[in-house]
């Protein structure tokens, strides 16, 4: 998870986990939250529970080419979602800028 300095202004280390995004769903949508959420980290709480990385998924030439039919041109998550969703990760916030913790869950 991204470290911010003091003042919570100014990313030191890290990126916003995706991990920490699907908690604060789970929380807007009143729902047991499989991830444990700790200043430095994110992480399931369940050890025996897997991460399924997509953007290596979505990195296979049989997913982009074959399934998807080249739909999308690279494959950070944010263009392939754009591309089959119609939906943007972050809308118009930029995601090495801002801090999403800081956001409402809204």
């Known amino acids: 998870m991204a470290v911010y300095d003091e003042r919570e202004e ?4 890290g990126r916003d986990s ?6 604060q769903r789970c929380l807007l949508y009143h729902l047991d939250s499989p991830i444990e959420v ?3 980290y994110c992480r399931f709480t369940d050890p025996n529970k897997k991460h399924i990385d997509l953007h290596r998924a979505f990195s296979k030439p049989i997913i982009q ?4 039919e080249g739909k999308y041109r690279t494959t950070d998550l944010d263009s392939v979602s754009q591309a089959l ?3 943007e ?5 930029n995601a090495t800028t801002s801090d999403i913790s800081s956001l409402s869950i809204e």
């Not at 080419?65 to 998807?68: A, E, L, S, T, Y």
């Not at 990760?89 to 916030?93: F, P, T």
């Open 10 to 13: 100014n990313r030191i280390k």
């Open 18 to 23: 995706d991990f920490y995004i699907l908690h």
């Open 38 to 40: 700790k200043r430095t």
């Open 65 to 68: 080419n074959g399934v998807f």
């Open 89 to 93: 990760k972050y809308g118009k916030l």
């Open 85 to 87: 969703l119609g939906v």
